[in-house]
Structure formats: C-alpha cells, structure tokens
C-alpha cells in the first residue's frame, strides 16, 4: 500500500472484521516493473502470488496492471494512498459493510 504497485515485491496480507483488522502474512513475488516498464509475464507471477486475495491497496497502479488483476477478480484500490494501513483497511470493510446493509435494506 505504501508503494507503486509495479515496485512491490512483497504484499502484507490481513484479515479484518468486526473486532479489528490482523496482520496474517506476507506474499513475496518479483516487482511488476523493470526499467520504469511492466512485463507481462512478472504481472502473471504477481497476480499467482496474490491467489485468494480480493483486494490489493496500492499507493498507485497503471491501467494496464489494475485490468490485470480486475480480470483475475482482485480489485486495486489507491484510495488510501497515504493513510497507515490498519485505518485504511478498516475504511475499507466499514465501506463494504455500509455497501452490504444497503443492498440488504
């Protein structure tokens, strides 16, 4: 989150509900750029490592990785860009909660 998407190298996962959000592991895979440029095949590396994962929150993310992971069913999400991550991910399942309980009203 604290990062370019191209640029990470590792992803912190966590788990989050209502009693609060848990740091759960991390994921390391090759950096999607390479000489200020993506590679196809370092995109499908990232997106492997990410399995199971449905939301990545980035500092930033080109169209082309964001499309990416869209059609592999992980949403990107730079709304957070600088915020510490706990806080972000809490905005985010509050948010989905909120979207949730509005569905079901």
Known sequence: MNQHF?????????E????GVRFAFHRRCDNYCV???????????VIAALDGIDTVLVAKIGDCPREGLAAAGIT???SW????IEPAIL???RERMAQKQAITA
């Open 16 to 19: 989050v509900d209502a009693t």
């Open 81 to 84: 860009a600088q915020d510490y």
């Open 76 to 78: 990107a999400r730079d």
């Open 91 to 93: 905005s985010l399942y």
């Open 6 to 14: 191209g640029h990470a190298t590792e992803f912190q996962v966590f």
């Open 35 to 45: 000489d200020g440029g993506g590679e196809e095949d370092r995109l499908e590396r």
